[in-house]
């Protein structure tokens, strides 16, 4: 699938613009602060209605408006799909061809996204929740029922933590068990679109990662799941202890993932180099799946990440995703941007204003 035209209103700082992109390749290069990672964010958010760096969605709002729009022109398997979100103080509206969607996990999966960021180093070294973000956000794309089981695991978890918080003496057995009942059900389900996916993202990545160490590593990453055999079980041998604490001890919003190389934890024992080809192989291995899933390769999304990568790296990344994904990449310059293809379009950002400079 490829993005064709971005049109973005108040967005960080866009005023009002409008792009249109090569199938292949665009660049997007100028000095800092200019507005380059607002561009990917942007796609990012049209895809997910969430940004990459961000919870707090005022800050996508331009710093002199209450409301901001990103659209854009989807085609994929020859059909267009146009895609708006509007974002304003009261939350979103989000609309997929001119029909607005009530649910987000009916919008979710129009547009797939793998972005690349500095932040990717989080999925490896940062704190366990970093990682289900990244599950659930990957997971969501492909299969938009999981976002729907998701929610109702939360909020029925949500439900039982405010119940464990309740008066013990008026406590009712009874609606505890019941509460653990639907936890369990959903919980179930979560769990079990996390195993499938984790199990397809290894096979890709395992091999990616071979290809990417020349056979001198092997990477292997672990569901950490936090329910070890019988959710049900569990959650009653904890009640007491969850009534006592006061929040719910088990279940999957415990999760976690590890990742091995040649079986030890890259997390804690892996150089800086390690960790950040452990993500590279990680989200190049989401390309495929997506596809597998799909049957369409998703957009990517190369922001400020290829200076971090030595030549070779560069080589191995590009070699494997140009021709095959539409890609965007932001830069700062030109100059150590290695074997780039013939065929893309180089744009030049400086002060929230954005000019094609040249397109093949
Ligand atoms: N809500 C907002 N309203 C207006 N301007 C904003 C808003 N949020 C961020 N900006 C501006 O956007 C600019 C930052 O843009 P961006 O993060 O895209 O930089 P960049 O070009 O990718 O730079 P770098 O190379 O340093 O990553 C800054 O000038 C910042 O002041």
């Known amino acids: 699938m490829i993005i064709s035209e971005l049109h973005l209103k108040n967005f960080r700082n866009y005023t009002d613009l409008s792009l249109n992109f090569h199938p292949n390749l665009n660049i997007f290069v100028g000095q800092n602060a200019q507005g380059k990672t607002n561009v990917a964010e942007s796609i990012y958010f049209l895809a997910l209605t969430r940004s990459h760096r961000t919870h707090a969605d005022r800050e996508l709002i331009a710093w002199d408006s209450k409301e901001m729009t990103v659209a854009g022109t989807i085609i994929k398997k020859n059909t267009t799909v146009p895609l708006e979100i509007l974002l304003n103080t009261k939350g979103r509206i989000v609309k997929a061809n001119h029909l607005k969607e009530k649910r987000l996990a009916d919008y979710i999966g129009n547009l797939n996204v793998i972005m690349f960021a500095p932040e990717d180093l989080a999925i490896i070294k940062g704190a366990p929740s970093v990682r289900r973000r990244f599950i659930d956000m990957e997971i969501g794309q492909i299969r938009p029922v999981y ?146 899933e799909t049957g369409d390769y998703p957009v990517l999304l190369l922001d400020d990440v290829m200076s971090e990568l030595d030549n070779q790296r560069q080589l191995d990344l590009l070699s494997l995703v140009i021709g095959k994904t539409q890609t965007f990449i932001t830069t700062t310059t030109l100059d150590h941007l290695q074997n780039l293809p013939d065929k893309m379009a180089v744009f030049e950002v400086k002060s929230g204003e954005i000019l094609e400079k040249n397109r093949d």
């Open 147 to 292: 976002l729907y089981d998701l929610m109702r695991y939360h909020k029925t978890l949500k439900e039982r933590n405010a119940y464990l918080k309740f008066d013990k003496t008026k406590l009712d057995a009874n609606f505890l068990d019941v509460l653990d009942e639907q936890l369990v059900e959903y919980g179930e389900k979560v769990i079990s679109h996390r195993q499938g996916f984790i199990d397809n993202l290894t096979k890709i990545s395992t091999d990616l990662h071979d290809k990417l160490s020349q056979g001198k590593e092997k990477l292997d990453i672990i569901y950490a799941c936090n329910v070890k055999q019988d959710f049900a079980a569990e959650l009653k041998s904890a009640r007491q202890k969850d009534l006592f604490r006061m929040q719910t001890s088990v279940g999957p919003h415990r999760d976690d993932l590890q990742f091995l190389l040649n079986n030890i934890d890259v997390s804690n024992f892996g150089s800086q180099g390690q960790q950040r080809t452990t993500a590279l192989s990680v989200k190049l291995a989401e390309i495929d799946l997506i596809f597998q």
